[in-house]
């Protein structure tokens, strides 16, 4: 089993969500995130005081997928998330040992 | 002795009429930044900041262009029928006199004129602020201040004057011969005028990018009813200070202002419940909205019992109007056409049947109810050419979207520079860089 991670632009979320389903993709996990790659802060001002904000506002989409779907799953996150600018975010497997279903108990890729 | 050269019917000042008059013109102010909590509340977090901006904008212009030339292109001297003389009074010049006893002020049955013009100029300043819901998240604020300044100047002065002016819509003009036009605080003059404007606005403007596919839900509903309860509060310098005194007729039109309105919310959430399964506090919200708009040109010549029909036709009217931009694909963003057109429709032409002295229902036959559809047919057209001359013309020099990056990313960032909240809370981030 993989655990499939992106990091995207928040208002991409709807997009890759609609992807994922017509993927047939039946849970996620979405969290606000913030942070920064190359795509660097914004500036705001308050009464000509000028202020950098270091961390740009991301969504953060976790997905458990069996070994043979990650690449696929990967694939249309980036494709629905993708706006070719800077500042799109990162996608990322791992291996995962075991999951394990709370309502039922049963463990491995039973549990997906 | 120094006579000084002022306007008016010089007579002596009524005190109490006066007081009433001042504080009505403060309640209508506060109506404006009230409606920027109404309208704030109902965008998305990205996009509060820029909403109130731009009743806060329609404050500052207004607030400048009225005592320039928008008094005497609302009161002065008819141009036509149709305005006043713009140049008569600039500078509300014969509203008073400097003299060595100090100022001489015009006065009007008792009232000082230039109390009159207070009351005025918060009437054209909200009118414009309802106008700033269509066109919510996407437009450039140069444009928008750019387009309150004309609007008011081609659109709202002109249509005060007909309809209050003695110009072609009041009870000087061509139509006081089949009844007398009502008109009491701004039905055709202020709501189908806004509304109609909202229209036009949305449809120039263009829908926001995900429009009917994206949820683009309230961010903050107690931000809404907040605004509403300032609306309503703000609304009894509109209604019973159109009374101009402190009268029997103001306390009529507080009555049925409320009344109507309450009446209002439960017509909302009423036709809610029915068709949704639940009463919202949107829906609350936008019912006081709609009754207040239904009763301003009404508050004069209803009994409270009429305006409790008027009312809830009212809150179920626009209830049920609101979806209609989802059907036919015009992004009027927080509902000016279906609350403000739709209500203010319902609130002129509903005199004509429940005027207590000329409705068809009191037994006042059909001449009412011909003219209240003649002059809010008027107001419509006129406020949709215009509104649609100076849209278009805006679009073709100034522009008036955003970019797309900036309506996405949010427009209080992309113009404004500053966000509503602290999204990212782990502190150490915002490091100050100039002072």
Redo the contacts between chains.
């Keep these: 089993m993989k655990l499939v991670t992106g990091i995207i632009q928040p208002h991409r979320l709807d997009d890759v969500k609609s992807a994922l389903e017509a993927a047939g993709v039946r849970g996620m996990t979405v969290s606000e995130a913030s942070g920064y790659g190359r795509q660097k802060g914004h500036t705001e001002v308050y009464r000509g005081a000028e202020y950098t904000v270091d961390l740009v506002p991301k969504v953060r989409i976790e997905v458990l997928v069996d070994d043979a779907d990650s690449t696929v799953v990967t694939d249309v996150i980036v494709k629905a998330a993708q706006t070719g600018k800077i500042g799109d975010g990162k996608v990322w497997t791992v291996p995962v040992d075991d999951v394990a279903r709370v309502r039922t108990g049963e463990h491995g890729p039973g549990a997906l | 002795m120094v006579v000084a050269e002022v306007l008016g019917d010089g007579s002596a000042l009524d005190a109490g009429n006066t007081a009433w008059m001042l504080v009505s013109a403060s309640l209508v102010l506060l109506m404006t930044p009230g409606l920027a909590f109404f309208y704030g509340g109902m965008v998305r977090s990205k996009s509060v900041l820029n909403m109130m901006m731009m009743s806060f904008g329609a404050m500052a212009v207004i607030g400048v262009v009225y005592v320039l030339w928008g008094w005497s292109m609302s009161y002065g001297s008819s141009v036509g029928g149709l305005f006043g003389n713009p140049v008569e009074q600039f500078g509300l010049k014969g509203i008073f006199e400097s003299t060595p006893d100090g100022y001489v002020y015009a006065m009007s049955e008792g009232l000082p004129v230039i109390v009159d013009v207070g009351f005025q100029v918060t009437f054209a300043i909200i009118t414009v602020a309802l106008i700033s819901g269509a066109i919510a998240d996407r437009v450039k604020f140069g444009t928008w201040l750019v387009f309150t300044g004309l609007w008011v100047t081609l659109s709202y002065f002109p249509m005060a004057h007909m309809v209050w002016g003695g110009g072609l819509l009041s009870g000087d003009g061509p139509f006081a011969s089949i009844a007398e036009p009502i008109d009491f605080a701004g039905g055709t003059v202020v709501h189908i005028n806004a509304g109609a404007a909202a229209l036009v606005l949305a449809l120039v403007v263009g829908k926001r990018k995900?429009f009917g596919?994206?949820?683009m839900r309230p961010h903050n509903l107690p931000f809404v009813m907040l605004g509403a309860a300032l609306l309503w509060f703000g609304w009894f310098g509109f209604n019973a200070g159109s009374a101009y005194g402190a009268t029997g007729d103001a306390g009529l039109a507080w009555v049925n202002t409320t009344t109507a309105t309450a009446a209002a919310i439960i017509g909302w959430l009423a036709t809610e419940k029915i068709r949704d399964g639940h009463a919202t506090s949107l829906g609350a919200a936008s019912g006081v909205v709609a009754g207040l708009v239904a009763i301003t040109p009404a508050a004069g010549s209803l009994s409270p019992l009429g305006s409790i029909i008027l009312g809830v036709v009212a809150g179920v009217l626009s209830a049920l109007a609101v979806g209609l931009k989802y059907k036919w694909g015009y992004d009027d963003s927080l509902d000016v056409v279906g609350v403000h057109l739709v209500a203010g429709l319902w609130g002129t032409v509903g005199i004509g049947f429940l005027a207590t002295e000329t409705g068809l229902f009191y037994g006042g036959g059909v001449n009412q109810l011909v003219v209240q559809v003649i002059i809010a047919l008027i107001a419509v057209a006129f406020s949709l050419v215009v509104t649609a001359v100076i849209a278009l013309a805006l679009k073709a020099t100034l522009g008036w979207r955003v970019s797309e990056d900036a309506e996405?990313?949010g427009i209080d960032?992309a113009v404004h520079?500053?966000?509503a909240y602290e999204?990212?809370q782990?502190g150490s981030?915002?490091?100050?860089?100039?002072?």
């Design positions: 995900g596919s994206e949820p996405v990313g960032l520079g500053e966000t999204t990212i782990q981030v915002i490091k100050e860089v100039r002072a």
